[in-house]
């Protein structure tokens, strides 16, 4: 016989090794406050279903109250021998409040347990992320609004393409931000639901009521069916998909940060209490936090690998498998509020270099598109205006000349047609300015869309 739990049917102690390799007290000691939270409305409901008494009720509640103030006291040692965070709990009942602490397990099993616990505490996890992301939006939208008129090169292949505004490419990312934000709350819906009655796997002989216990935790419903409720992690699964997709949105915002904030680029400042500097090089300021959110990618991207490969080929229902699916998550939960909390405070603290920002539009041509759309306008077609521009375009590369610093007379060897007016559309300001519908660059359709974004926001 050992002493453990279920050591009834056992003739010899688990093997010393054998324990601590299966103990999950480690990591899952981190769900202590959900695993009580769960346990006191368990008993609730037994008692209102008359499985316990009052009294019974009132000696768990009080003695797991209790043992929360241990826990964040500092005043519990936890136990390898008693396996998890459910068997810590539960024998520190039993020795506080004797064999009413017995009678908590009642009609419940550690499959259906586990899985309230990280359904509970990815619920709060999920509802703590939510407003680091509202937070994120908002400084996005307010840098945009601030950068409406800041004119900087747009890119394609990282090649000057056209100019755009800063505070158009701001909204962009607010954009990939929002799209996470929409996926994280419909991960909650499917977070938000009861495995808690399912027991073991096939439901308890007990006259539940799992309605109540669902109401009494904020569950939307109870599971409906008790194999999948004690063998379903998609919910983990989604979560970390969630998290990835943010994680990759926040690695190119990083990579753009990182090209931007260096001496080539000269696009931005980012203040240097989100910057380090070099044991050996003097002079360096390095962009820390974009690059090391940039690393933090690939642990997340793991993660989601893990958990995808944990749960694939497992039959109904329980398995130890899934014991597994704590790490990953949890890490992925601490990864994604680390990064949120970073850029949340870093992205609305960006300073932009107007004036270089506008000499680097200046000198890729930027407006080449334009003077093809302004031959267009004048009758030519497409096509042979882009050989015209191409013509002007080499030219000027010969010469050392943007298209706008050009004369009229250099400009009309390459086509009669082009006139003074030329000029409005080769500006920078003239450029952007002329993209003026929804979802265009021009400085008031940007101020238009970051007030839209800032309703959408207050409403969402
Ligand atoms: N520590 C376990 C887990 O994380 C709790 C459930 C254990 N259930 C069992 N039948 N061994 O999944």
């Not at 009052?54 to 396996?83: Q, T």
């Not at 943007?402 to 409005?424: G, R, W």
Request: aromatic share 6%; with cysteine; proline share 3%.
């Amino acid at each position: 016989q050992t002493n453990q739990s279920w050591g009834g049917r056992f003739s010899e102690p688990t093997d010393t090794f054998v324990a601590a390799f299966t103990a999950s007290i480690g990591f899952d000691k981190r769900l202590y406050h959900h695993d009580i939270r769960g346990s006191i409305a368990h008993a609730t409901m037994l008692s209102q279903v008359g499985v316990l008494t009052e009294d019974e009720r009132d000696a768990i509640i009080d003695g797991l109250s209790d043992i929360e103030r241990d826990i964040e006291a500092g005043n519990i040692e936890w136990s390898v021998a008693l396996e998890d965070i459910h068997m810590n709990i539960e024998a520190r009942l039993t020795d506080k409040i004797g064999i009413t602490g017995k009678k908590l397990h009642t009609g419940r099993s550690r499959n259906d347990q586990i899985a309230t616990d990280i359904r509970l505490y990815l619920r709060d996890e999920i509802d703590a992320i939510d407003l680091e992301l509202t937070r994120l939006r908002e400084g996005m939208i307010t840098l945009a609004d601030r950068e409406a008129d800041t004119i900087m090169p747009g890119f394609t292949h990282l090649q000057t393409a056209q100019p755009v505004t800063f505070g158009h490419h701001v909204l962009a990312w607010q954009e990939m931000i929002g799209r996470d934000h929409e996926r994280l709350r419909d991960c909650r819906k499917r977070v938000n639901v009861l495995p808690l009655g399912a027991a073991a796997l096939a439901g308890t002989t007990y006259p539940i009521d799992r309605h109540v216990t669902a109401e009494l935790l904020g569950f939307d419903r109870p599971a409906e069916n008790s194999l999948d409720a004690v063998s379903d992690r998609d919910f983990a699964i989604e979560f970390t998909s969630f998290a990835s997709l943010l994680l990759m949105h926040l690695s190119r915002i990083s990579e753009e940060l990182v090209l931007w904030s260096s001496a080539q680029f000269d696009f931005i400042d980012l203040p240097d209490r989100f910057c380090t500097g070099s044991s050996i090089m003097p002079q360096k300021k390095n962009p820390d936090v974009p690059e090391l959110v940039r690393g933090k990618t690939g642990r997340v991207y793991g993660h989601l690998m893990s958990l995808l490969t944990l749960m694939k080929s497992q039959p109904l229902a329980y398995n130890k498998d899934n014991q597994e699916d704590k790490e990953p998550l949890f890490d992925s939960v601490d990864t994604v509020k680390g990064c949120l909390r970073a850029f949340g405070d870093m992205i609305p603290a960006i300073e932009a270099k107007n004036a270089s920002m506008y000499e680097a539009a200046r000198k890729g041509f930027s407006t080449a598109t334009d003077l093809a759309d302004y031959l267009v306008r004048q009758g030519v077609a497409f096509r042979d205006a882009h050989e015209i521009v191409g013509k002007s375009v080499a030219y000027g590369i010969e010469t050392g000349k943007d298209l706008s610093e050009m004369t009229l007379s250099e400009l009309k060897q390459f086509s009669d047609t082009i006139e003074q007016d030329v000029f409005e559309v080769l500006t920078l300001e003239g450029s952007v300015a002329a993209r003026n519908h929804i979802g265009g660059t021009a400085p008031n359709q940007v101020r238009a869309s970051a007030q839209r974004a800032r309703d959408t926001l207050a409403h969402f």
